[in-house]
């Protein structure tokens, strides 16, 4: 019987209790917490990815354990799962990034191509490009003009930060020469971060196929990340998923 523990939601925790640490106003700025709960965030949404990989791959060893037993499934895996683990293994081999590999899944799943300017696809983009510019960090901007002025300095020219003004993220309070990443902690980024990561993990789950095990596991997993969980229950919800003898088939 195949089973593996799952902690895509013990890493979506982490965000959340981070996000859940900061106690001031949400547009203040200077919360590093924020940056905890952006970076992990991403990390739990890679985890999730990765997991629903390994799900679909148990799901098709036990079902061809059983076969192999005489016992015929009660809901044998849709041709998409087997299709789904060959295309995310050749993803993955080739490097290609969350992003390419959530637009390849939909494509899979749905059978139609992804307006990337559709949400949570959007959301997920920029989320991206923060969590980069933060984990390969380039120097900050360099001021060309004979006087630096507060006007300057209070419109940051990071990329990143030109296309969060429109989600009401940014830090209201810098005063002052002052990094881009001041502007995104805040209490109201963290918990952007955490919603983007959140309304991905509903959205691919609900384009999963209902029949097989794959799918009960998807279903089963997507619980941590639903937006009424809190922090406290989300590693309660973190447990060992395996496959039930009584659930895959009947002799």
């Known amino acids: 019987m195949a089973s593996t523990i799952q902690q895509a939601g013990s890493l979506f925790s982490i965000a959340l209790r981070s996000a859940d640490s900061i106690a001031v106003d949400e547009r203040n700025g200077h919360q590093r917490a924020a940056l905890v709960s952006l970076v992990f965030a991403v990390i739990s949404l890679e985890a999730f990815f990765n997991e629903t990989v390994e799900l679909a791959n148990m799901a098709l060893i036990s079902e061809r354990a059983f076969v192999a037993n005489g016992v015929n499934p009660k809901s044998p895996e849709p041709e998409v799962v087997y299709a789904f683990v060959q295309l995310m293994t050749d993803a993955e081999k080739a490097r290609s990034s969350l992003e390419s590999k959530f637009l ?75 990094g881009w990443t001041a502007w995104i902690e805040t209490k109201a980024m963290a918990k952007w971060a955490c919603d983007v990561a959140s309304r991905m993990v509903l959205d691919f789950v609900s384009k999963t196929p209902v029949e097989g095990q794959w799918g009960h596991f998807l279903r089963f997993s997507q619980r941590s990340f639903t937006p009424e969980v809190t922090a406290a229950a989300v590693k309660s919800l973190s447990a060992p998923v395996a496959s039930p003898e009584s659930d895959a088939g009947d002799k």
């Open 104 to 178: 390849l899944a939909n494509w899979l799943l749905t059978g139609k191509s992804l307006d990337r300017g559709a949400q949570p696809y959007q959301d997920l983009t920029l989320l991206l490009k923060v969590r980069n510019q933060l984990v390969h960090f380039r120097p900050n901007d360099i001021f060309t003009e004979p006087e630096v002025t507060p006007e300057i300095l209070s419109h940051s020219q990071n990329p990143a930060i030109v296309q969060l003004r429109s989600k009401n993220v940014l830090a209201t309070d810098i005063v002052g020469l002052s």
